[in-house]
């Protein structure tokens, strides 16, 4: 937790003296001077699940860095909206439908698989259809997707792949069977497209947050606090947030932070990774 800074002291407790700051004014930019060039500006970016919560914020992330961003999801009112206040373009898709999926543009410099869904039940009584469409959307859906956008970025020699995976890509909960599966496969499937791609410049990458604040997770809280008769910052707290060090839920923002970076100028050397922003989670 993050304390006031103290005021500095001098010697044996005094107070040091106070010093005027220099203060040095900005520079005036020469007349006709062009504005910096966004770092990327001329790239195109593919991100899945763009409606809201994580996808959402790394559509408008990418796109005040420069980006065009093609904006999927199967809700099409928020993904409409959302495409044209970034000024980018919607394609509403579900993408457990292999030919809609297939339909998506192949174009992409950048793309974030996003897109995922959760279902909690014991192994012994998991509905296989729920079991199978998790794996279409998180798994196949994102290797559909990078079967038609890798050959454009071997082209262009440059290309960025950042799938949005999850603690529960590198550890397991129970009851999250679906989940865990294709998160550990989309894992392997990040680490595949490294080897592969990077003769031809081209980065694989996985995010790994803990829980979220997103509607989902705001939803799940809401009903575990009436489930166990506790407050929701109890559940917060003490249910989802027990074995991370960090006792807060990650933003959005933060997550689209490090998707950002990961598609930088300073990164060409890091691809086969899981960058972990789980408060703490798989240190124990």
């Excluded at 203060?23 to 062009?34: N, R, W």
């Excluded at 000024?87 to 509403?92: C, K, M, P, S």
């Excluded at 679906?178 to 031809?200: D, I, M, P, T």
């Amino acid at each position: 937790m993050e304390t006031p800074q103290s005021q500095d002291h001098g010697p044996a407790g005094t107070a040091a003296p106070h010093a005027a700051p220099h203060v040095v004014p900005p520079a005036t930019p020469s007349p006709g001077a062009a504005a910096p060039r966004p770092p990327l500006a001329g790239r195109t970016a593919l991100v899945t699940g763009a409606a809201s919560g994580i996808g959402q914020a790394c559509a408008r992330a990418l796109a005040v860095a420069g980006a065009h961003v093609h904006v999927v999801d199967r809700t099409a009112d928020a993904a409409r909206d959302l495409a044209e206040e970034i000024g980018g373009t919607v394609w509403v898709a579900d993408l457990s439908v292999p030919d809609e999926v297939d339909a998506l543009p192949a174009d992409a410099d950048i793309v974030v698989n996003n897109a995922g869904l959760q279902h909690v039940a014991p192994v012994h009584t998991f509905p296989p259809d729920r079991f199978a469409l998790i794996q279409r959307v998180m798994v196949e859906a994102p290797f559909r997707i990078l079967r038609r956008t890798l050959p454009g970025m071997y082209e262009r020699g440059w290309g960025r792949v950042v799938n949005i995976s999850s603690v529960h890509g590198l550890r397991a909960s129970p009851y999250k069977s679906a989940y865990v599966a294709a998160k550990h496969a989309l894992e392997g499937l990040s680490k595949v497209v490294a080897l592969e791609a990077a003769e031809h410049g081209v980065t694989s990458n996985c995010v790994n947050p803990g829980y979220v604040r997103t509607p989902l997770v705001e939803n799940q809280i809401a009903d575990q606090a009436r489930t166990h008769g506790i407050s929701e910052e109890e559940v917060v707290g003490r249910v989802m947030l027990e074995r991370s060090a960090i006792k807060r839920l990650i933003e959005p923002d933060e997550v689209a932070g490090a998707v950002l970076w990961l598609c930088g100028p300073h990164t060409g050397h890091i691809t086969g990774i899981s960058l972990s922003m789980d408060g703490g989670w798989t240190a124990n």
